[in-house]
């Protein structure tokens, strides 16, 4: 093809992991296509700092204007985090509002794909119709580009989950002769049947085991019948289906009816991470700065010992409690704190969990803590700034410097009062950095329940961080990339994840980083490498376990981490970089080439 339109709802808007791939594929997509690489998005107004407007070429001007006509606004720019490339943002409130035989269009549109396509939406509210009258509106922009002939007839369109289905079945229902691709990142009933606890996995294996396909009733269960019926039609009428991951196909065979023609991996731009040298060097300089917020926050209830030789693990990720494998984690660590108290470790795991969830704001006794430790940084800083020279002159001249005598009375009055100001009246610090908006949460609920509770004597220390990690938070005041390439290891033991961009990006800073087996990245690292034991270490193992078995495990790599000497946790650092080069977008963006001459090769013919 010599061009290409990728329409997606998170073109330009970022909200979730679909921004990651399109954002890190870019680069690639602009080598392969040119200038005739075309992002369409969805423009949303309060979101549109990535976004640069330039004037619409004169190629698409009548096109734009001939869609204002119809309620739609185009907007064309440059998407700047994108490698610049071109981005037309599409306006379609009007477009969704306006009355049509007196209904509003968006009622209409829904009419219509139930009178042709048998999709069933009379349960669907605005989450439903805002993508689906702005999918159309992309159908309908597609539509009048090819008749314009402008690009000639070597055109391609894909699109992005069920958000941008719409677009398809306009398409088709107007028989535009363009080639079209459609990719899935994770079926919505899948993800909905997971986060009801239910064993999707299991089910698919079976299913497909036995030639069964789920039943589209399945859908009324989740009241996700619309959104279901736009995905599984526009993997049926696309020229060229394909999904992220193997994982996702086997589910796409069974919920969808359908299995993918390619697999297109996801990746990401290795080129934009620094040199395994830089990363160490970031690694102290970040490292120390998460110490100091561990310091202001552990200090006041008790002393902290030899912070050198701590290790720091984190989960990050939405607020899907047994779907992320928050549970797991939890659990691993009370495990893990039991073998530690009981081998009297001189180590110290502390265990970030980096949840957003409802909060008033960072916890007021932190902040002052927070304030404090840089009073007594200060403090220190300036005594030893004033007595430098006298102890350099001491020494020159032969004589011992009594330090004792330089440090002044004043410095002794001050330090005395932070030092007390610093002490809090309990031996037991909290569990979490917020204060919570709501009671009855189920992180802090599951760590009293399993006995990790911040006591001194506690060897694993948790800090339940229930906000986005960014230089602005008041707290850890750095950004996720810095706070990960601080840590020892991260651990995502998802129980549903299609692909798994947090493990990857983990990886990509030479983080030590845990997965699992049914994460779609989980299994192209057990296909894609050899050394049984390097993925023991990294991929724990799921399916086909009992839970009591899949903790200890767990606890296992936990201890593996905690035990590795500072010289072998570095060569394990570069190991896990070493696993993931080969899911640079330089390769795997070959996959996207092979569906989109596909989908070219079955338009010709």
């Not at 010599?2 to 602009?30: H, P, Q, W």
């Not at 490698?83 to 219509?112: C, H, P, Q, Y």
């Not at 002794?412 to 031996?427: H, W, Y």
Request: hydrophobic share 40%; with cysteine; aromatic share 12%.
């Amino acid at each position: 093809p010599d061009v290409c339109f990728e329409v997606s709802f998170e073109a330009g808007n970022k909200v979730g992991g679909i921004y990651t791939v399109l954002v890190s594929k870019s680069r690639f997509m602009k080598q392969l296509y040119g200038d005739n690489y075309y992002a369409i998005g969805f423009y949303n107004k309060s979101n549109l700092k990535d976004f640069e407007e330039h004037e619409a070429p004169k190629e698409f001007k009548k096109i734009f204007e001939d869609l204002e006509k119809q309620g739609i606004k185009c907007f064309f720019g440059r998407w700047i985090s994108a490698s610049d490339a071109n981005l037309i943002l599409l306006d379609t409130k009007d477009f969704r509002e306006k009355i049509i035989n007196g209904m509003r269009n968006v009622d209409f549109i829904k009419k219509e794909l139930w009178e042709k396509f048998k999709v069933d939406s009379l349960r669907t509210g605005f989450d439903y119709d805002e993508p689906l009258a702005w999918s159309v509106a992309a159908g309908m922009l597609i539509e009048k580009i090819v008749e314009s002939k402008i690009f000639g007839n070597k055109i391609v369109c894909h699109f992005h989950e069920w958000l941008s289905g719409g677009a398809i079945l306009y398409l088709n229902d107007r028989k535009v002769p363009v080639a079209t691709v459609f990719t899935t990142h994770a079926t919505r009933i899948g993800r909905a049947k997971s986060s009801a606890g239910e064993n999707l996995m299991e089910e698919v294996e079976l299913g497909l085991k036995n030639g069964r396909v789920m039943s589209d009733d399945e859908a009324y269960r989740f009241n996700l019948e619309a959104q279901h019926k736009i995905e599984k039609l526009s993997a049926h009428l696309a020229n060229v289906f394909t999904t992220v991951s193997d994982i996702v196909g086997e589910e796409a065979a069974y919920v969808l009816g359908k299995k993918p023609d390619v697999i297109t991996i996801n990746g990401l731009d290795m080129s934009k991470y620094p040199s395994t040298r830089t990363m160490m060097i970031l690694h102290e300089k970040y490292r120390q700065r998460i110490n100091e917020f561990l310091t202001a926050y552990f200090a006041p209830y008790y002393p902290l010992e030899d912070m050198k030789n701590n290790i720091i693990f984190f989960i990050s990720g939405r607020y899907e409690f047994f779907n992320k494998g928050v549970d797991l984690f939890i659990e691993g660590l009370a495990e893990l704190n039991k073998r530690m108290k009981k081998s009297n470790s001189n180590k110290t795991v502390f265990a970030f969990i980096l949840i957003p969830s409802g909060t008033k704001g960072p916890r007021q006794d932190l902040l002052e803590s927070i304030l404090r430790y840089e009073e007594v940084k200060d403090l220190v800083d300036d005594s030893l700034n004033s007595i430098k020279d006298e102890i350099v002159d001491e020494i020159i001249n032969g004589k011992e410097p009594k330090i004792d005598l330089l440090i002044d009375e004043n410095f002794k009055v001050k330090s005395k009062i932070l030092s007390r100001l610093f002490k809090s009246k309990s031996d037991v610090a909290p569990l979490c950095a917020f204060d919570l908006s709501y009671e009855n949460d189920m992180i802090i609920n599951a760590l009293q329940k399993h006995g990790l509770s911040n006591r001194k004597e506690d060897k694993v220390k948790v800090i339940f961080y229930p906000t986005y990690v960014s230089v602005t938070d008041g707290l850890l005041s750095m950004d996720y990339d810095e706070f990960v390439l601080g840590c020892s290891m991260g651990f995502f033991p998802s129980k549903y994840e299609p692909w798994g961009y947090t493990p990857f990006e983990t990886a990509a800073l030479r983080t030590l980083m845990l997965t699992t087996d049914v994460a779609g990245f989980g299994l192209e690292l057990i296909k894609e490498c050899d050394d049984i034991k390097c993925i023991d270490n990294r991929v724990l193992r799921v399916r086909g376990r009992s839970r009591d078995e899949i903790i200890k495990d767990m606890s296992r790599i936990m201890e593996w981490c905690v035990e590795l000497d500072k010289e072998v946790r570095v060569m394990e650092k570069v190991k896990t970089r070493q696993l993931v080069e080969k899911f640079d977008w330089s390769i795997q963006i070959s996959n996207y080439l092979k569906a989109h001459e596909l989908a070219v090769e079955k338009i010709k013919n």
